[in-house]
């Protein structure tokens, strides 16, 4: 089946450092991939849909400037955390759509920013 | 303002019973609904999906039920198994076309199936 890797799996930082989180659909083309945040015991919350080619759209409440996301090429879509602070910490996961319009996610990042 | 709601945060079944768990939402444009099995600091894992044209969707011992009317869909798991214990999320897709795959996310349900 497919599938997307997400790396890394855990990072931690000091703050004021960025931290940049790839996500990879490894056997499909991935024109639109979505990232997540989740802080603990609360649901998964969009943050973003990256388009390929052209700019991310963000949520509402969602720093653009400070969530940066660029998706380069069919299958990498990244997610840059800048000036990283402790209440950026959470787990982050991307999702990727394939052709048939079917959602792959990945096993998520786990940001801990100290 | 959650759009869209699992109010039961945990549910405990015995091995070989049936798990329902239970989700609403308020948003009428959602058109696909999915549920997902969780465990802590890894993705989802995608269990099962239903339509909105659909009322019943089964896969194996996984049963999505849909009501439209109530903005109502709940998951039937039978026979429940220990293996089945993690957190279920249910989630409906906002986006149309090229904008299909924004999910809104409940808040979970952990389920703990009992030997």
């Known amino acids: 089946g497919a599938v997307v890797s997400q790396h890394p799996s855990r990072v931690i930082c000091k703050s004021g450092t960025s931290v940049k989180i790839e996500c990879r659909s490894l056997d499909f083309q991935a024109t639109t991939m979505f990232w997540y945040r989740q802080f603990p015991k609360q649901s998964l919350m969009l943050m973003a849909t990256s388009n390929e080619g052209s700019k991310a759209t963000y949520e509402q409440g969602v720093e653009k400037d400070k969530f940066l996301i660029n998706h380069a090429s069919l299958t990498l879509s990244t997610l840059t955390v800048t000036s990283a602070h402790p209440e950026d910490s959470s787990f982050y996961i991307c999702s990727a759509r394939d052709g048939a319009y079917r959602l792959f996610f990945g096993s998520g990042t786990q940001l801990s920013v100290l | 303002d959650q759009q869209v709601k699992q109010n039961s945060p945990s549910l405990s079944v015995q091995e070989g019973r049936i798990s329902i768990l239970n989700c609403d939402y308020t948003n009428s444009m959602f058109d696909y609904f999915l549920w997902y099995k969780k465990y802590p600091a890894e993705g989802p894992t995608f269990l099962i999906s239903i339509s909105s044209i659909k009322d019943k969707n089964e896969d194996g011992r996984f049963t999505v039920f849909l009501n439209k009317s109530a903005k109502h869909l709940s998951l039937h798991i039978v026979p429940s198994q220990p293996g089945d214990s993690a957190v279920y999320f249910c989630?409906?897709?906002?986006?149309?076309?090229?904008?299909?795959?924004?999910?809104?996310f409940g808040q979970g349900t952990i389920l703990t199936v009992h030997p």
């Open positions: 989630a409906a897709n906002g986006g149309s076309g090229t904008s299909y795959g924004k999910l809104t």
